[in-house]
């Protein structure tokens, strides 16, 4: 029995967590969740975020299905997601945006996957305060990090039987830092000749993935643009409810929805649970089940089609319990 450690999140994180639950368990793999409460009650409750417990449990299953968690705002906390990236050095933060049937958007077609670098740049946290008005922060960029996360997207490219790699970056201005990642980006193109691979300034990808979403195909880039970059592309295909992430090291792997906590939402069943389900897909293809997270995506995309039960941010009035009940039906009948 696989045994998989559950956060299940605070914010929206718990609700949407139960029904991904409800429908992994319909499945009947040999595959167990432990879950823990984490985040801003269980800090209130003892004293720390993430309770050693969850950590144990993390380091015995290697794998973490994970509900968004609230940053409490405040001296002293780091987020715990940045944590857990750190802890574990997942250094791939894996980002597929692909357009949903029957969501209606002004975009058509998209299907790209943004891979973030997870672990440095300006997230490394490290700010100087120099006089009261002046403040320094420290941007950070390897070759190791540079050159493990750029071969990831080239691998993902060729496994995947994508076309291109594109490298996201502002070597014009920062010629160093993102001039190195630039550089280990052309080298490590020369390992894949059967990938394209290009390049593209960041500000001028953020227009032509507006103008033209469906050319883009694999995208790989610095923490900074990864994070602004992945939200934008979750608007063109229908916003943070529907975009999954897998965060890979070479010992963990966490999955989670992009989304966060969602507190003007949290508590009233109206969550979309879409893209921690896909998250939850994402880790079932990582564990070797591809058919059933292949068998959960066509469930999820029926109901899409069908229409009918829709949650709010769909442009529907269900529930997150009647969406889920939706989608359970849908594989009953599959
Ligand atoms: P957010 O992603 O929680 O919410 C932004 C907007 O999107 C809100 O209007 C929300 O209602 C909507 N939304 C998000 N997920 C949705 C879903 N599944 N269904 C329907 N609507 C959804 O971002 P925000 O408000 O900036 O952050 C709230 C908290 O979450 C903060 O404490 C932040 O630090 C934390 N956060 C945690 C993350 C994680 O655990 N991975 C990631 C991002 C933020
Ligand atoms: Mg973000």
Do not use: W
């Not at 639950?21 to 499945?27: A, D, G, K, P, S």
């Not at 029957?102 to 891979?115: C, E, G, H, L, Q």
């Not at 792997?253 to 896909?278: C, Q, R, W, Y």
């Amino acid at each position: 029995m696989k045994k998989v450690t559950l956060f299940k999140g605070d914010g929206i994180g718990p609700e949407i967590c139960d029904q991904v639950v409800r429908i992994i368990n319909t499945l009947n793999l040999p595959l167990e969740f432990e879950p823990f409460e984490v985040g801003a009650a269980e800090y209130e409750r003892h004293g720390a975020l993430i309770p050693a417990a969850a950590f144990e449990s993390i380091e015995r299953n290697k794998v973490i299905l994970k509900a968004p968690i609230t940053t409490p705002i405040g001296k002293g906390f780091r987020s715990c997601n940045v944590q857990l990236r750190e802890k574990y050095d997942l250094y791939a933060n894996i980002r597929p945006a692909k357009s949903l049937p029957n969501v209606k958007t002004p975009f058509a077609n998209v299907d790209m996957v943004i891979f973030r670098e997870n672990t440095e740049d300006l997230y490394v946290g490290v700010e100087k305060q120099i006089d009261e008005n002046t403040v320094h922060a420290t941007k950070i960029i390897t070759r190791r990090c540079s050159e493990r996360i750029i071969r990831s997207a080239f691998e993902y490219a060729k496994e995947h039987h994508r076309q291109r790699v594109s490298c996201v970056h502002k070597a014009n201005i920062l010629k160093l830092s993102d001039g190195l990642f630039l550089k280990v980006f052309n080298e490590i193109k020369e390992e894949f000749p059967d990938v394209e691979a290009n390049s593209y300034i960041v500000d001028n990808v953020c227009m032509q993935m507006v103008m033209h979403p469906e050319k883009f195909d694999v995208l790989v880039m610095p923490n900074l643009y990864g994070d602004i970059t992945s939200d934008l592309a979750s608007g063109l295909i229908g916003g943070l409810g529907l975009l999954p992430s897998a965060n890979l090291g070479d010992e963990y792997a966490m999955f989670e929805a992009v989304h966060g906590s969602a507190p003007d939402i949290a508590g009233k069943n109206l969550a979309n649970p879409t893209a921690l389900l896909l998250s939850a897909c994402m880790m079932l293809d990582y564990l070797g089940y591809h058919d059933e997270g292949e068998k959960v995506r066509a469930a999820i995309n029926r109901v899409l089609i069908q229409g009918d039960v829709l949650t709010q941010d769909l442009g529907g009035s269900a529930s997150t319990s009647e969406f889920t009940d939706a989608i359970l039906q849908a594989l009953q009948n599959a």
